[in-house]
């Protein structure tokens, strides 16, 4: 499936955020999983016609699951090739059965010969370099009409400096500082036809191992790795991920948007905002 790697402890320590989640498998979900999913089938009119693109697909969770629950069909990318390679393996495990190809490219430079239904970003727009690029690059994907589908991270007060600092180094990107309204700039010509504001909740310590475990037994299932220094190292790194992901929880929110691209009314907006 994968060029054999020479797995470390070191290794495991030193790969880029985006690698190790395809290293493990991670199922890199966006906030609020399933429930986000059945929100934006429910909203978005996405069925068994559409014909979807996932950005930044990690190892295909949103997609897979969508085309499972729906039966659309579609195209996922991820500029990880080990993510891509998780989320192929994904499909022949867990989802045979759909219509989604997973590639691997660079979000700024994907072209298609069709257009999409539904572009799908989750959480994983501020990840790219210039989300506002991204976003207008994706327009250009999209059928009149179509749907942006996505989940946005805002601050409800700000996040200590030496939090944002342990942020950036596990992510290596800087999290979400802005407030709400600073967010959603970014979708000013877009028409906002579905939206609601969750709060986020710390998981326990039990909660956090629990999804740790699961996921290093079954990374190491597939890897064949039986070393406890490289089992020990795996666990640790994940569980510093999501024990920043809970740390930075009491100071976010987040969203979950279906966004209308109509060639008639954008960039302008004609509906007043409530």
């Known amino acids: ?4 790697l020479n797995i470390t402890p070191e290794f495991v320590k030193s790969v880029s955020y985006t690698d190790f989640v395809g290293l493990l498998n991670q199922w890199n979900v966006l906030p609020g999983s399933f429930v986000t999913l059945s929100k934006w089938i429910q909203f978005s009119g996405l069925n068994k016609k559409s014909h979807i693109l996932e950005a930044a697909c990690t190892t295909g969770f949103t997609s897979r699951e969508l085309a499972r629950m729906t039966d659309c069909s ?10 891509v390679e ?35 970003f989750g959480a994983a727009l501020r990840f790219f370099s210039d989300p506002e690029r991204m976003l207008k690059k994706s327009l250009t994907l999209l059928e009149d009409e179509g749907k942006i ?9 700000p ?9 950036q180094k596990v992510f290596n990107i800087t999290p979400t500082e802005v407030p709400y309204k600073e967010v959603m700039k970014i979708y000013k ?22 999804y740790c475990t699961s996921t290093i037994d079954r990374a190491c299932k597939i890897l064949k790795i039986n070393n406890k220094s ?17 740390l930075l929880r009491p ?23 409530f």
Do not use: W
């Not at 579609?74 to 993510?83: E, H, L, N, P, T």
């Not at 020990?232 to 992901?245: H, V, W």
């Open 251 to 273: 100071y976010q929110n987040y969203n979950v948007l279906v966004s209308r691209y109509r060639k008639s009314v954008y960039p302008n907006r004609y509906v007043e905002l």
């Open 230 to 246: 490289i089992y020990k190292a795996m666990y640790d790194r994940l569980y510093q991920i999501k024990e920043m992901s809970n």
């Open 159 to 167: 996040i200590p400096k030496i939090l944002i600092k342990r942020a």
């Open 86 to 120: 998780m989320a192929n393996y994904n499909k022949k495990i867990y989802a045979p059965k759909i219509k989604i190809n997973y590639l691997c490219q660079n979000g700024y430079k994907f072209e298609s010969k069709g257009k999409f239904s539904h572009i799908i």
């Open 1 to 4: 499936m994968r060029k054999k």
């Open 149 to 157: 589908l996505s989940t946005e991270f805002y601050t409800i007060k």
């Open 189 to 210: 010509g877009l028409e906002i036809i579905y939206e609601d504001r969750n709060i986020l909740i710390r998981e326990t310590p039990e909660e956090l191992a629990h």
């Open 74 to 83: 579609g195209i996922g990318f991820d500029i990880s090739k080990a993510s």
